[in-house]
């Protein structure tokens, strides 16, 4: 039977070590400053944006979030990042996903200072990312490798399979795991031979945003396995693992909800904290 990797509890660690670096800035009269732009008014995205600025006030971060109107342009938007990346007060930028359609989501997210893109979104950032330079890194993926060495997760050489490959999780975080020396195998919806990859896995990582897709049979015994997945069903929020099946033949696994959830918001704010200190 797995043993629970605990996201709330690995994250309110982080939170503390946040907590102490503030203290340190705030010494030496530096208030690390989040802006958040968020356009329209997608619920889902409200409610990230309002815990956002919870956790900063929390943890003593300035936030300033700017809500737009859903008829908001390219260029009006653009504007507003020129002014944010400029305003010396703002140590990062956060541009909430996904942005309006008549909005040009590549041209805003790159406007973004590479200096302030505390997501990791950027060109620049996503290209250090893959050829292993020191950079903001996207935090659901910081967030998870943060949860495996929490967990001492042996990475080096071992089998990491990642299925998604979206920009924002699957693709940085095979990138992360390159960097840790595993053995990396990207699955996404062509692929042909799905269950015979996921069995050879010694870390498979589930991003693809259907639920209880990953079943038992799919996983290898004592496989660690990171359930990404965040599916509203009646008012539940369900994982992509098939969780209370999957548990008896894992090592270890995140829960949904109180896995990766609570980790990818610390990871926020430690990117803002390196950003106000560079
Ligand atoms: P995307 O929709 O951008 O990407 C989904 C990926 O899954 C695609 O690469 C797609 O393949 C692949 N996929 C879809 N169906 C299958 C299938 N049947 N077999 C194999 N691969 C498949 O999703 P995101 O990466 O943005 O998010 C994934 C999930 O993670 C969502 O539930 C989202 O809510 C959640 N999430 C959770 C976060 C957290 O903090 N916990 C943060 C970010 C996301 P293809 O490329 O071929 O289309």
């Given amino acids: 039977m797995a043993t629970l990797i605990d996201g709330k509890l690995i994250s309110a660690k982080i939170k503390e070590d946040i907590k102490a670096k503030i203290e340190e800035l705030k010494a030496k009269n530096i208030t690390p400053g989040l802006a958040v732009i968020l356009v329209g008014e997608d619920p889902a995205s409200t409610v990230y944006v ?119 999780v699957g693709k940085p975080m095979s990138s992360l795991m390159l960097k840790e020396n595993a053995t990396v195998t990207i699955c996404h919806s062509k692929t042909t031979n799905l269950t015979e990859i996921t069995k050879q896995a010694d870390i498979l990582i589930v991003a693809i945003g259907k639920p209880k897709f990953i079943t038992k049979d799919m996983v290898k015994k004592d496989a660690v396995v990171i359930d990404v997945g965040i599916n509203r069903i009646d008012g539940k929020l369900i994982g992509d693992v098939d969780f209370d099946n999957v548990k008896e033949v894992a090592s270890k696994i995140t829960p949904v909800p109180g896995g990766v959830g609570p980790m990818t918001m610390v990871m926020l704010m430690s990117n803002t904290i390196k950003a106000s200190t560079l």
């Avoid at 990791?120 to 910081?142: E, H």
């Fill in 50 to 168: 309002r815990n956002k600025e919870k956790m900063c006030g929390e943890l003593g971060i300035k936030s300033e979030v700017y809500r737009l109107p859903e008829s908001t342009t390219t260029s009006e938007l653009l504007d507003l990042i020129d002014k944010l990346n400029e305003n010396k007060a703002i140590h990062g930028i956060l541009l909430q996903h996904p942005v309006p359609s008549h909005i040009d989501e590549y041209a805003a997210f790159n406007r973004i200072s590479p200096k302030k893109d505390v997501d990791g979104f950027t060109d620049v950032n996503i290209g250090k990312l893959v050829i292993g330079k020191d950079t903001f890194v996207s935090c659901t993926p910081n967030g998870i490798l943060a949860m495996l060495k929490h967990e001492n997760v042996d990475i080096s050489g071992k089998h990491c399979v990642i299925v998604g490959r979206s920009n924002i």
